[in-house]
Structures are given as structure tokens and as C-alpha cells.
T-cell receptor, first 113, second 112 residues
């Protein structure tokens, strides 16, 4: 258990509305990641962070932004949600144990109507 | 896009049977990881491999880091109903920093 929580766990929203998902960790991991999981695509990296205020894009970053103002929190924002962003979103962390092994949170199921 | 080819995509087996799944790539990886995901939950790390040729066991699970550094396999012996889930391989390339590349997963069903 890497002490990761995600909130909310479930959300239903409408197209065009802003949505923010939160990932919180309690074990001082340096790196944090946001993935989305869709049938037939596995886990795809959206954005990641390698330190406070240091973030970079993953392979499917269009339509998403992130912020990391403190070590323990990593926020994922959909500025204007679209139906194609309906997915399960996972946060992951790594780095505290000196390896690149990533540990995952429980996920957030987002439905955009 | 995905750079790891994971196979098979799904498996239907009887309780007690052994299972084998693998991941291959055209790229070299420095680390191979195997995760299991239960319905409604996040992936959980099963085995981590850090050296080419490394063979590591975790209970009934055995995984190997291919000698070419381009592949890995996972074996499950004497399967039980709680082995049901999706198994993912993941690799870390030398040029990707801390980022991982994931396979598309193997859906395992175990019939009692």
C-alpha cells in the first residue's frame, strides 16, 4: 500500500463542464502520474510530475492539464469535458523506494454525458 | 502508442492448470514489471525484474526478464479462482526516465 487516495471515486458530468480529479499520497513519493484506462488500450499516460511544480506531458495529454503545488497532491483537470474523456482514471506514484516501480491508486470512474 | 505486445489477450482455464503469458517489444527495457488488476480496483504490483536473465518468484508466480531485454514472461502455477483478473506487463526504457510503457493486458478466467 503506497498510501494513495483518489477523489472523487465516481463522477458523472455533462459535456463542456470543468472537472478536477485529485490524487493524494502520504509517503513522500517524488514522481506522480495520471493514466486513463479504456477497453482495448490498456493504461495510457496523460501527464506526470517529477517534483513540485514540475510536470510533463504523456502520450494522451490533449484536453488535460495538471498541477502539483505540493508533494502530496497531484490534480488532473479537464477544462471542458468531452464524451471521449469518459474513462477510468488512475493515479500512480514512484520514487520513494529508490526504484521506478509504480504503485497505483484505486481509480476514479468518470462519465461525461 | 503501445510499444509492448502482450499475449494472449484472454485465457479461459480450469482451476489447477498452469498459466503462461508474455510481453515482447522491439525496444530494449531496463525494468520489467507485472501487475494484476481486480475489477473496480487499481493495478497491484506482483513482480519487479531489474536485470536481464533474472528469474523471480512470488508464491505461485514466476517471472523472467528476457536475456535480450526485449521480452518478459509470467507463469502462474496451479491456478485458483482468485487468480481471476487482468494481468499487465510494463517496461521502463532507458530513455524514458521514470515513465512506464504498458501492455494491453491479459484477461484471465479460472473455472472452478
Amino acid at each position: 500500500d503506497a498510501g494513495i487516495t483518489q477523489s472523487p471515486r465516481h463522477k458523472v458530468t455533462e459535456t463542456g463542464t470543468p472537472v478536477t480529479l485529485r490524487c493524494h499520497q502520504t509517503e513522500n513519493h517524488r514522481y506522480m502520474y495520471w493514466y486513463r484506462q479504456d477497453p482495448g488500450h490498456g493504461l495510457r499516460l496523460i501527464h506526470y510530475s517529477y517534483g513540485v511544480k514540475d510536470t510533463d506531458k504523456g502520450e494522451v495529454s490533449d484536453g488535460y492539464s495538471v498541477s502539483r503545488s505540493k508533494t502530496e497532491d497531484f490534480l488532473l483537470t479537464l477544462e471542458s469535458a468531452t464524451s471521449s474523456q469518459t474513462s477510468v482514471y488512475f493515479c500512480a506514484v514512484s520514487g520513494r523506494l529508490g526504484t521506478d516501480t509504480q504503485y497505483f491508486g484505486p481509480g476514479t470512474r468518470l462519465t461525461v454525458l | 502508442g503501445q510499444q509492448l505486445n502482450q499475449s494472449p489477450q484472454s485465457m479461459f482455464i480450469q482451476e489447477g492448470e498452469d498459466v503462461s503469458m508474455n510481453c515482447t517489444s522491439s525496444s530494449i527495457f531496463n525494468t520489467w514489471l507485472w501487475y494484476k488488476q481486480d475489477p473496480g480496483e487499481g493495478p497491484v504490483l506482483l513482480i519487479a525484474l531489474y536485470k536481464a536473465g533474472e528469474l523471480t518468484s512470488n508464491g505461485r508466480l514466476t517471472a523472467q526478464f528476457g536475456i535480450t531485454r526485449k521480452d518478459s514472461f509470467l507463469n502462474i502455477s496451479a491456478s485458483i479462482p482468485s487468480d481471476v483478473g487482468i494481468y499487465f506487463c510494463a517496461g521502463q526504457r532507458e530513455t524514458s526516465g521514470s515513465r512506464l510503457t504498458f501492455g494491453e493486458g491479459t484477461q484471465l478466467t479460472v473455472n472452478p
